[in-house]
């Protein structure tokens, strides 16, 4: 599965953004959907994931109550919708396709997308 991410881009702390990104193919509803961040000189972190019906989501600590993950089978399409951004939310965005939901590694996707930069300013 090919993944292509958009919505990047700069906004004000305290903005927000909404990212989206297509799967080809049409194996998309096969496959748990993650969205990724990765800092310049830090890890690649699980910002959230999604079960293969959207009936499961997971967060990572320091986005919950202010991100929301989302996607559509009919469409082949995840969304993030990121609200009350922070400067610390500054990082290349990555959509990601695998197999686990809860609590995921990246190494629990085999698919990636090229990434979307978002940069929040103080």
């Known amino acids: 599965v090919q993944l292509v991410e958009s919505g990047g881009g700069l906004v004000q702390a305290g903005g927000s953004l909404a990212l989206s990104c297509t799967a080809s193919?049409?194996?998309?509803?096969?496959?748990?959907m993650g969205w990724f961040r990765q800092a310049p000189g830090k890890e690649r972190e699980l910002v959230a994931s999604i079960s293969l019906d959207g009936s499961n989501t997971y967060y990572g600590e320091s986005v919950k109550g202010r991100f929301t993950i989302s996607r559509d089978n009919s469409k082949s399409m995840v969304y993030l919708q990121m609200n009350t951004l922070k400067p610390e939310d500054t990082a290349v965005y990555y959509c990601?396709?695998?197999?686990?939901?809860?609590?995921?590694?990246?190494?629990?996707?085999?698919?990636w997308g090229q990434g979307t930069q978002v940069t929040v300013s103080s």
């Open positions: 193919g049409n194996t998309f509803s096969r496959y748990v």
């Open positions: 990601a396709a695998g197999g686990w939901w809860y609590n995921p590694r990246p190494g629990d996707f085999g698919f």
